[in-house]
Each structure stands twice: as structure tokens, then as C-alpha cells.
């Protein structure tokens, strides 16, 4: 499985970006797809989630702001009103098994990660 995410860029706060995560390969034995994102010293995080099989999950800090949408071969992650938190380099991922959708280490497949930078 490929993945490959676009859409970051630089923006100021309360502004708008739409993330896309395009997924080539075996993907029609996956579980479901994630976004997560990483900022400097920090871990990589839970954003959101896609399960083929219905629904949507939201970490806290994106619950009402950002929206997960999409299909086994593109994902979106549309993200509004945003904050100066949420600076990050953001990962789309595969999940095969369904193991745990928040946690990263359960995730098989990752995309090259694309940079989101929010200005005060």
C-alpha cells in the first residue's frame, strides 16, 4: 500500500485547509484509515479516523473543527478554524486489522506526511 498526503500549506489562525491522503495498492483489505500528526519534541498523535465499516472519530482537540471524509482509495481531512496548536507535520495512515484506530503502532501504512503550519 502507497499513501500519498497533500493539502498542507501556511495559514493564519481561524483560517482553513483540506488535507488529502490518495491510497494505492491493497487497500481493499484494510480496516480503515487515520490522520495523525507530529510536532517537533513531540509524539505522534491521533487526529481522526475513518473505519470502512461506519463512523467517525475525533481526538478532543479537533472534535468540532476538523472533519475526516472519504472512500477506501482518497481521504480528506478537512480542517477549519484553526489554531496555532495545530502546527504539526500531519500523516495519513492505514490501518489493516482494526487493532486500536488512536493509537499509532497499530497503523501498517504511512504516507510521506505533509506540513501544516498556523500563524498567530
Known amino acids: 500500500v502507497q499513501l ?3 493539502g ?3 495559514v493564519q489562525a481561524g483560517g482553513s485547509l483540506r488535507l488529502s491522503c490518495a491510497a494505492s495498492g491493497r ?11 507530529q510536532s ?6 491521533f487526529v481522526a479516523a475513518i ?3 461506519g463512523g467517525t472519530y475525533y481526538a478532543d482537540s479537533v472534535k ?12 480528506y ?7 496555532p496548536e495545530d502546527t504539526a507535520v500531519y500523516y495519513c495512515a492505514v490501518d489493516r486489522y482494526g487493532l486500536g484506530l488512536f493509537t499509532a503502532k497499530t497503523y ?4 510521506q506526511g505533509t506540513q501544516v503550519t498556523v500563524s498567530s
Open 77 to 83: 481531512l478537512q480542517m477549519n478554524s484553526l489554531k
Open 64 to 75: 468540532g473543527r476538523f472533519t475526516i471524509s472519504g472512500d477506501i482509495t482518497t481521504v
Open 108 to 111: 501498517d501504512y504511512w504516507g
Open 40 to 45: 517537533p519534541g513531540k509524539e505522534r498523535e
Open 4 to 6: 500519498q498526503a497533500c
Open 51 to 53: 473505519p470502512w465499516s
Open 27 to 37: 487497500t481493499l483489505s484494510s480496516y480503515g484509515m487515520g490522520w495523525f500528526r
Open 8 to 10: 498542507g500549506g501556511l
